[in-house]
């Protein structure tokens, strides 16, 4: 049930573990740099909190592998919170009260994450959020950072890549009714109108939901001439399918959040054709891209990343970036989340936070097709 | 208001039905104030039917049931009890886990006034807050109903006040239905219904409670009562209505009614049910 | 005008998926008066076996759907023998929450075994499709409508003429004389859970692949929509719960049609209270009938409850008064500041559940009022965090009772439904309503607690004013106990019939304990709110709800102490035993069956 706690001891991050298993490496006398992590492993958001894992897995032994920070390991203690606000509070104090954390990650959920806020406010202890998109958490004081991409910044590019680039001017929304989805939804939409676009219907649906025949009679009402999904995989690929049963023979496109081979997994030949406006690409050039997929296909048996592995890829080396400058102090390291800059980063290039929003701004822009069951670089060609 | 000499209660072709069953068809019954009036008759004729119809737990299909000359058909067994009708029931109910003491005080709920004002709309908002403040008024009347309670429970000797804070389940059978009995006695009632009391009791038991329903009519209670134990109908009850399918076959001084052919028949009809049945309890 | 067909043509379709869970449940609680909260653990068990059927094993459809029935049956069969039949002369909540039990265990198995990541379920059939109306129609809609209507045929068939179904109609009719007349009652439940959940498990794979998705969330939802159109179609009625599935596919998708896609479940519930409320035994039971004997009095376990000398009680609560001048750490003090809230969730509980006997499945709501009014009050209105909190508890009091009042004339296992219906309606009005609650966006920025202009933001202050809370709540709550409607709320519990006989009315005292008892919850709620500073329509889920009734049966219903004891329990313990990390839902739902086993009455026991 729900407000049970656990937590997790990953691989590595114990140090009694780290001291049997590493006492013959370089690692031998320092005690690892020890980070919390508050997210969801059990509940109906597991999978996000295994996905995070696998991110920050690839990121350690990456930063392992390079000598650690100035020869001290890096290593996270994950507490299980299935995103649940009174179990994440409980973890902010454990994280608070535990000289040996120096900075938190997650949590996943809006209501979990920032029901913490207060607690490493107060308690001076930087609360990094990777995937809190909700425009009022890092309001919640200047412990509070993210690098999790604006949905100010993501939607306009997702607008201009359905309006400008696909050409379409009848738009049907559908998005998740949570913070997130209604947050993005109203970003897109300002922008598909700036972008000279009519948008014919939104629809908002809860996350359990999995039929969508009804809600798509709704759209086909409306006769748009493209479906935007600001969804996660798993209802993208719903959507996608049940709208391709139905005979909706409309352009989609899709916000990055649906950017995982589960998406092909799930959607099938439905999801042919849809377009995603993403923040990378596997045959992207970029460097840290290469490196990131190269990785996580080599340590996870040919595994695909997706955009949840990616963002708490970035976010530990982000936070490897800030104990380089900031040591190992809480405040020092909140004092250099303001002072890092250009770090390689897989969604955004390179990022550098802004000290008024504490966010990072400029996320990369990649636009997607799904070609033959693989997401491909969009050609330019009309589907 | 009702003559002096008028019935207190009185039932007029009083009719419910289940489905293609008929379970009371037609009944007419007066029961004089201060009279006792038994009804008896085989397994399923409709007696218990008969007595939820009147405390309101049953609504008719037809007929009508006056107090003390108003008509009170189909009222909530809530205001019939305000009224002072009280029951026991055949298959026993009372409060397994509430204390004897608890399950007799529910019984004298009714009487409750300092602690339950009579105020519309925000009645029962005060008497939420009285029960939490229990001003001098509302202590004093519980202790009151507590003394009563217990000068109630007397009335069983030493069956039933040791046991005054255990709670009912773990009472004996006839324990059980004296805490009933008792529980409607602490109504104050002026009408009692009393459904088949010394079920399940033995022939000590039985004279016990023979003469406890005797000194409640001495006391000039009025009572309606179903029973199978023949010799006590006799003994009590200054009339007896015989039922059988729903309607009413026989009535009369219980001499008259135990020779009549039809009532015979009836319990020979089915078996002697009733009139056996209670042979072999006894 | 043709949307209108296809709204209709949907509808019927996913009616049609809600039936394969509904007439399982509806089965087995024709025979056992018991809705089985694991049939939906067994839709997923049956969607993971179909699974493994197809990618690993790669099986022909027909192989594949007697392989998931086979499996699902033994699954049901275990279920049945050591699950259920140990508990039958026990109370009628014990088989409830086994059954509550027994879907923890069976959800965390899968979940432990195949990963929470979703699976695609490929579709074995031809993809061909037909069109109709505006939409099209496939070969799996035939075949789902097929064993839905076929197994309802069948079931009729074989209760009407066969044997075991005679046996079988004869046991739901009258337990104790079918066993009298030499029917093997164990025999009809086995032969009775099996077909449920062979029935169950070939739905979870069907629906499965309809989908082309598995995951281990689906079990919640499957068991909820099938609840929700068995009790609509009547209880136990088999072919009634086609028709209620149907209809509840029909009222969701004219919802759509009418209000948008967010108000589908509103309807889905709405429909859940108003047949409830109109017809308390769905819409084809028959008119009127005798009154039925109470579920109460077997309900409530009779039980010595323990009695803690006031000594004990008093050293307690002075020892965890002075707990934040000793050593401990800050971390402590919170898990013990969400055991309090909890504790004060579970007073409120334990008063409508316990005391009064309205087992509610929505008590989550009663959070959500209390929270939202006080964190709207004290930001827009700059309302005193102090009086906010207490304007929230009258909030929910009032509101809560009001919302609840329908479920005051249904009995047992229906009020259970009916208000957890209700706590889901009022979690997606508050995610509707956004011009007040601000949708899903929720609400940020609440101030933090405060009494008399002084804020409270160390975490041994709010450890604090939580505890002191909690036990002024507790102690009137016993004063409350101890008076007049004390024994009146517990006398209800027992045998309204006869309560009733006596003069109590029921909506009365149902109110009157739901408006203190919505009290309390809305105190905790408004504290909540204060303490996280945001909130939204998830903080307050009906796991929360189903938490709070896991601590009120642990600590013994209506048991004051008890329902404290049971919070610090549920939320301290695991903390204690952090070391059975992935096993904890696991472990948790073995405990929850063996207290269920053990003691009933729960640790200090029913009052």
């Keep these: 049930m729900s407000n049970i706690n656990r937590r997790t001891l990953v691989q590595g991050s114990l140090a009694m573990m780290a001291g049997a298993a590493f006492s013959r490496s370089a690692f031998a006398d320092a005690e690892p740099i020890l980070l919390g992590v508050s997210g969801p492993l059990t509940g109906p958001n597991a999978q996000y909190g295994t996905q995070w894992k696998q991110g920050f897995d690839l990121a350690l032994d990456e930063i392992t592998a390079a000598g650690g920070i100035d020869g001290r390991k890096l290593a996270y203690q994950f507490e299980d919170s299935q995103s649940d606000p009174r179990q994440s509070v409980a973890i902010a104090q454990k994280f608070v009260s535990d000289p040996k954390i120096v900075l938190e990650l997650g949590d996943f959920s809006s209501p979990a994450s920032m029901a913490a806020s207060p607690i490493y406010q107060r308690g001076g202890l930087v609360q990094f959020g990777f995937t809190n998109s909700h425009p009022d958490f890092t309001k919640g004081g200047d412990f509070m950072w993210s690098t999790s991409v604006s949905q100010a910044d993501e939607q306009p590019l997702l607008a201009r890549y359905a309006v400008k680039s696909l050409g379409l001017k009848k738009l049907a929304v559908l998005h998740l009714n949570t913070d997130w989805g209604r947050t993005s939804r109203d970003y897109f939409n300002n922008a598909a109108k700036e972008y000279g676009a009519e948008i014919v219907v939104t629809e908002g649906y809860i996350a359990e939901e999995r039929d969508f025949r009804s809600t798509l009679v709704r759209v086909r009402d409306a006769n748009p001439d493209g479906l935007v999904l600001i969804s996660y995989y798993s209802d993208g690929a719903l959507i996608a399918r049940q709208a391709r049963q139905v005979g909706l023979k409309q352009v989609i496109c899709a916000a990055s959040s649906v950017y995982s081979p589960k998406f092909l997994e799930l959607g099938g030949e439905a999801v042919e054709d849809v377009h995603v406006g993403t923040r990378y690409f596997p045959e992207d050039p970029r460097p840290e891209v290469q490196k990131f997929i190269a990785g996580f296909k080599k340590k996870y048996n040919g595994l695909e990343p997706d955009a949840f592995n990616a963002y708490s890829y970035d976010a530990m080396n982000m936070a490897a970036a800030v104990i380089r400058i900031g040591g190992t102090d809480r405040r020092a390291i909140r004092d250099a989340f303001a002072k890092v800059k250009d770090v390689p980063s897989v969604i955004f290039g390179t990022a550098t936070f802004d000290v008024a929003t504490r966010r990072v701004k400029g996320a990369m822009n990649a636009e997607l097709v799904v070609r033959k069951g693989q997401f491909a670089l969009w050609d330019g060609k009309p589907t | ?282 | 005008m043709s949307s209108w067909l296809d709204y209709t043509i949907n509808g019927l379709i996913v009616g049609n998926v809600y039936a394969l869970v509904a007439v399982g449940l509806a089965l087995i609680f024709g025979v056992s008066r018991l809705i089985n909260f694991a049939q939906g653990s067994i839709y997923l068990v049956g969607a993971y076996i179909g699974w493994v059927a197809v990618v690993q094993l790669h099986t022909p459809l027909p192989l594949t759907i007697i392989l998931v029935a086979v499996v699902a049956a033994l699954v049901g069969l275990i279920i049945e023998r050591f699950g259920l039949r140990p508990l039958q002369n026990s109370v009628r909540i014990a088989p409830l929450l086994a059954t509550i039990g027994i879907s923890f265990v069976l959800d965390q198995l899968v979940m432990l075994t195949f990963s929470p990541n979703p699976r695609a379920l490929p579709s074995q059939l031809p993809d061909v499709r037909f069109q109709v109306g505006g939409g099209t129609i496939g070969p799996l809609d035939l075949l789902i409508a097929g064993v839905g209507i076929t197994s309802a045929l069948l079931l009729f068939v074989f209760l009407r003429y066969s044997k075991l179904g005679w046996a079988v109609r004869a046991a739901s009719q009258d337990r104790d004389a079918a066993m009298q007349m030499g029917v093997d009652v164990n025999r009809v439940n086995q032969a009775v859970f099996g077909i449920a959940a062979a029935l169950g498990g070939v739905s979870g794979m069907l629906v499965g692949m309809y989908y082309n998705q598995i995951d281990t969330a689906m079990s919640l939802q499957a068991t909820l929509k099938g609840v929700v159109a068995e009790v609509v179609g009547g209880a136990g009625n088999v072919p009634g719960a086609v028709v209620g599935s149907l209809l509840l596919g029909l009222v969701e998708s004219y919802g759509v049609a009418v209000f948008g896609t967010s108000y589908r479940n509103l309807f889905a519930f709405l429909l859940l209270v108003v047949v409830l409320v109109l017809r308390p035994n769905g819409l084809f039971a028959s008119a009127r009938q005798a009154p039925p004997e109470p579920l109460t009095g077997t309900f409530i376990a009779p039980s010595r409850p323990l009695r803690i000398p006031c000594w004990a009680l008093s050293a307690a609560v002075a020892v965890f008064a002075i707990l934040p001048l000793l050593p401990v750490s800050f971390y402590v003090l919170q898990t013990l500041i969400n055991a309090w809230l909890l504790g004060m969730l579970a007073l409120s509980l334990t008063l409508v559940a316990g005391t009064i006997g309205q087992v509610s499945l929505g008590h989550a709501a009663l959070l959500a009022i209390g929270a939202y009014t006080s964190a709207l009050l004290s930001l827009t209105l700059n309302l005193p965090v102090g009086l906010a909190i207490i304007a929230g508890g009258l909030m929910s009091a009032a509101l809560g009772t009001i919302l609840i009042s329908p479920s005051f004339r249904l009995r047992g296992h229906y009020v259970s439904i009916a208000t957890l219906a209700i706590g889901e309606i009022v979690s997606l009005v508050i995610l509707n309503w956004e011009s007040v609650t601000r949708g899903p966006i929720g609400i940020s920025g609440i101030p933090p607690l405060s009494l008399f202009g002084y804020d409270l933001i160390s975490p041994a202050s709010i450890y604090w004013f939580a505890f002191a809370v909690m036990v002024v709540l507790a102690l009137l709550q016993a004063r409350l106990l101890s008076s007049h409607l004390g024994r009146s709320f517990r006398a209800i519990r027992d045998d309204d019939i006869a309560a009733r006989a006596y003069g109590l009315s029921l909506n009365r005292y149902k109110s009157l304990a739901f408006i203190f008892g919505g009290f309390a919850a809305g105190v905790s709620g408004g504290i909540a709110a204060h303490l996280y500073s945001y909130i939204n329509h998830e903080t307050f889920n009906t796991q929360q709800s189903i938490l709070a009734l896991t601590v009120v049966i642990l600590g013994g219903l209506g048991n004051v102490v008890g329902a404290i004891v049971g919070a610090v329990a549920l939320v301290g313990l695991p903390e204690v035993f952090r070391i059975a990390a992935e096993y904890r839902i696991l472990i948790y739902g073995i405990v929850l069956l063996l207290l269920v086993r053990f003691r009933p009455q729960g640790l200090l026991g029913t009052i």
Aim: proline share 5%; charged share 25%.
């Design chain 2, 1 to 282: 208001m009702a003559e002096a000499n008028a019935p207190l209660l009185s039932l007029r072709g009083l009719t419910r039905r289940f489905g293609g069953l008929t379970a009371v068809d037609g009944i007419d019954l007066d029961l004089a104030k201060g009279g006792l009036v038994s009804i008896i008759g085989p397994n399923g004729a409709g007696k218990t039917t008969l007595f939820n119809l009147v405390t309101g737990l049953d609504r008719p299909d037809a007929g009508e049931v006056r107090f003390e000359g108003q008509d009170i058909t189909g009222l909530s067994p809530e205001r019939l009890a305000a009224q002072g009708i009280a029951r026991t029931f055949q298959l026993g109910r009372v409060f397994g886990n509430l204390s004897v003491m608890d399950n007799v005080l529910i019984g004298a709920h009714t009487r409750l006034r300092a602690v339950k004002p009579a105020v519309p709309v925000i009645g029962p908002l005060l008497e939420l807050g009285l029960a939490l403040l229990r001003p001098a008024s509302v202590k004093a009347e519980e202790e009151r109903l507590r003394d009563d309670v217990k000068a109630i429970v007397a009335r069983f000797g030493e069956r039933l006040l040791p046991r005054i804070d255990q709670p009912a389940y773990s009472l004996s059978y006839a324990n059980r239905r004296r805490v009933e009995i008792a529980r409607a006695l602490a109504l104050k009632p002026r009408l009692l219904l009393l459904d088949e009391p010394t079920a399940g009791m033995n022939p000590s038991e039985t004279a016990e409670m023979q003469a406890l329903v005797a000194e409640l009519k001495t006391e000039g209670l009025t009572i309606l009562l179903i029973e199978h134990k023949l010799e006590m109908v006799m003994q009590l009850s200054d009339r007896v209505i015989v039922m059988d399918e729903g309607k009413k076959i026989a009535e009369g001084p219980g001499e008259q009614v135990r020779t009549d052919p039809k009532v015979i028949e009836a319990y020979l009809g089915h078996g002697l049910s009733g009139a056996a049945e209670q042979e072999n309890a006894a």
